[in-house]
């Protein structure tokens, strides 16, 4: 299977284009503007990687959480080129994508997306009746009795902060640096077939953004409210 798998949901964006689990191309780019620089990187992965759009199997993007602004923009691109190209479209969660890059032995995986606005969007690697447990937005100190003690590892972006207030808090964290692998993310997706995806899409829909609560913005006028 020939995924094309792209994540903007933390900062930045990454896209690769993976066959069998094996990466063929790929690019990862800091910075805003992805609505303008997302479909040109991929146009490029997809030269560099030598494949036909018209050969994709399966389309895979991050649904969040994550930015607000960059959570749209790479599912808008993801849901127009499924429906463009007739393929199927896989939505993996952010944190999910995270925690499958590092999974150490003896500590917890703990994901996390800073919120930007004084808390964390977090995913601990526990799994729930066959599934990893949801995501959920936290603060330092909710998460801190969350993870109950336990040595961890914070994995993400801009990280070191939260990691340097769990152990004040008196955990026992490290963390590691890092932003979805898009790879990662393609090997996620092709745990189920293209036809598993294709059905999924018509039973459920294409993949929608994962947000844990409202979104701030600011009007014209300056205010500021909270949408869901």
Not at 18 to 31: F, I, Q, S, T, Y
Not at 203 to 211: D, N
Request: charged fraction near 20%; hydrophobic fraction near 50%; charge should be negative.
């Amino acid at each position: 299977m020939t995924v094309l798998a792209f994540d903007c949901a933390v900062t930045g964006m990454t896209v690769a284009v993976v066959r069998d689990g094996v990466r063929l191309a790929g690019l990862a780019e800091e910075g805003r503007d992805q609505a303008a620089r997302l479909l040109p990187a991929i146009a490029s992965v997809l030269v560099e990687a030598r494949v036909d759009r018209r050969d994709l199997s399966l389309i895979a993007a991050t649904v969040g959480p994550g930015s607000f602004t960059g959570v749209r923009v790479g599912l808008a691109a993801a849901r127009g080129l499924a429906v463009g190209l007739g393929v199927p479209l896989a939505g993996i969660p952010t944190t999910s994508v995270l925690l499958a890059q590092s999974r150490p032995e003896d500590r917890l995986a703990v994901a996390a997306v800073d919120s930007r606005l004084g808390d964390w969007f977090c995913a601990l690697d526990e799994v729930f009746e066959g599934e990893l447990a949801a995501p959920f937005a936290a603060s330092t100190h909710d998460l801190a009795k969350r993870i109950a003690g336990r040595p961890c590892l914070v994995v993400g972006t801009g990280v070191k902060a939260l990691a340097a207030a769990l152990v004040a808090a008196g955990i026992d964290a490290v963390a590691e640096e890092a932003v979805p692998d898009p790879v990662v993310l393609a090997r996620l997706a092709d745990d189920k077939s293209a036809d598993a995806w294709r059905t999924h899409n018509e039973h459920e829909g294409l993949p929608r953004p994962l947000y844990l609560r409202g979104v701030n913005i600011t009007l014209p006028d300056g205010a500021r409210r909270t949408v869901d």
